[in-house]
């Protein structure tokens, strides 16, 4: 999910850059660039959080994945030291 995540957003972020070009190429004015900066801007941004949101779940799977090896980790070491009790 993590990696859909970073793909659409940059998706998102790229094309509306080239949105954004090819807006300002007919005219290179000022005035149509702030004109096009209020739906422009947002766009961009949004593909931006939703790469760094992507990237944060896959760094969050990592950690789970880590910490259930080092719990399985320290339940072995726990066994092993404990000898079983006997009544």
Aim: charged share 15%.
């Amino acid at each position: 999910m993590g990696t859909f995540l970073e793909f659409l957003g940059g998706v998102i972020a790229i094309g509306t850059l080239a949105l954004l070009a090819m807006t300002l190429i007919p005219s290179l004015d000022i005035r149509t660039l702030l004109a096009v900066l209020p739906w422009a801007f947002p766009a961009i941004a949004g593909g931006l959080i939703l790469v760094a949101f992507g990237s944060m779940l896959d760094h969050l799977a990592a950690i789970r994945s880590a910490a259930e090896q080092q719990a399985e980790i320290f339940q072995k070491l726990l066994d092993r030291r404990a000898p079983p009790k006997t009544e």
